[in-house]
């Protein structure tokens, strides 16, 4: 199992191999996490974004799918795109959705570990502007995190806010999860 962090702070900041983008589907840029590291990173992330739009994923990356890029102007070495899902609400599609909120997690987790990554920062994914409850959202992430075959030796969670930040310490402390 990795060892699990909890962060208050500017995951574009963060000195790790790899960080996690909760990145919309275009791949192109948006606003959030995403917005913060392109602008953060520089042209070249979106650069190389294009390209994997021109050949592999031309209709965009599927929800609950990860592909990385390099990070340009960021301290880490790489960046790994996560698509999440939009909150639907309550009720039986939750249930779907959640498990694409997982797959997001565990696919970056994935990717992660095929580049050679022995650390990587995870934002809250889909806990932002997609809406998803945040101490829903902070059960899923550490979940797959801990849950992972195969993962990085640290798995941080940056959260930009102290509420967020909370929320995640909460969820590590229900779920029993040893996260400094």
Do not use: K
């Not at 791949?27 to 913060?36: F, R, S």
């Not at 590291?37 to 021109?54: D, F, K, S």
């Not at 990356?61 to 070495?77: H, I, N, Q, S």
């Not at 249930?95 to 909120?101: C, F, K, S, T, V």
Request: glycine letters at 12%.
């Amino acid at each position: 199992m990795p060892r699990i962090e909890l962060l208050h702070g500017d995951i574009t900041r963060q000195h790790v191999d790899a960080i996690v983008n909760a990145a919309n589907s275009s791949l192109l840029g948006g606003g959030g996490v995403d917005g913060a590291i392109h602008r953060a990173g520089g042209p070249a992330i979106l650069e190389e974004c294009r390209r994997i739009r021109a050949t592999t994923h031309p209709s965009g990356l599927p929800t609950g799918e990860a592909v990385a890029t390099g990070a340009g102007r960021l301290a880490a070495r790489w960046v790994i795109h996560a698509v999440g899902p939009v909150w639907p609400g309550p009720g039986p599609e939750a249930d779907a959705r959640r498990e694409l909120l997982a797959s997001a997690y565990r696919n970056a987790i994935d990717v992660a570990a095929g580049l050679g990554a022995t650390s990587v920062a995870f934002p809250a994914i889909s806990a932002g502007i997609y809406g998803w409850p945040a101490d829903d959202a902070a059960v899923v992430a550490l979940t797959a995190a801990t849950e992972a075959g195969r993962a990085p030796a640290l798995v941080r969670f940056v959260l930009f806010s102290a509420p967020m930040h909370s929320e995640f310490r909460a969820a590590a402390d229900r779920l029993g999860i040893d996260a400094e």
